[in-house]
């Protein structure tokens, strides 16, 4: 049996090793000798059809940039245009209109005509106011508005309290209130002409109400429905300033100023007159 295979393995060759051979190395072209970077019409990668700008060198790129920059800024280097595209018209949200400010009368038209000489003051003439004992308002005048705030019921008066109610709108309440509540718009008259005494009081001096030299105020409204109530913001806050301020304000223009503080029959309102003292001043409480 051994001697078969001898003899076998004598007379058939060896078959070739299983293992892999090793692929032939890739054969290089040299396309070039010169070390050009140019790409030959012969390459194996085709030429990109996409445009690419070329930038020499860092200088390069520099300049595009700060020419690019250029374009965009004044001598001052502030930007002219952004790069953020503007919004659409349709998807900006308006914005709420502010309540209309009242007309106001600048002080150098104040003085020109109109009622009681000055363009500011809305209303109208009306006959002499007559009453017993010592009451009436020999030149009387309706009035409806002053300096652009609107009386909330037209009070009778002679022209002097017209006017200095007029200067006092105009020179205090409106400058001290400002654009709080967008603005003032109407003054809250709590009283106008009345024949009667002093705080209705029996056997007391005559009102200066009963003379049409007094007006009483008891709030300013305010262009987004609130009011400065004497009644309820005297003393208190922010709005405790303001009214203070108008109260020290209309001392010396008016006559008697009564407030709050003076005693329980002004707890609600301002009374401002313009009585005539002989001394030329003014009684404020």
Sequence with gaps: MRAALAFLLMTFPAHAEPRPVPRPGAEIVVLSEGGSTEV???AAVARSVRPVQQLEGPDGIAAEMAAAAA???DDAGTVQVSDR???RPEDRVPAEPE??????????EAGSGGLC?????????IAPVTGPG?????????IRQVSGLRLTRPARMDCTTAQTLDDWVRDAVIPGIGRRGGGPIALRVAAGYACRPRNNQPGAKMSEHALGHAIDIAAIRLADGSELSVLRDWDQGAEGRILCALWRAACGPFGTVLGPESDSFHQDHFHLDTARYRNGGAYCR
């Design 85 to 87: 595209p503007e919004t």
């Design 99 to 108: 309540p209309a400010p009242a007309t106001r009368v600048p002080p150098s």
């Design 134 to 142: 010592g009451c009436g308002i020999p030149d009387a005048v309706r």
């Design 117 to 125: 000489g000055r363009r500011s003051i809305v209303g109208e003439t």
């Design 40 to 42: 030959p019409d012969e």
């Design 71 to 73: 374009e965009k800024l």
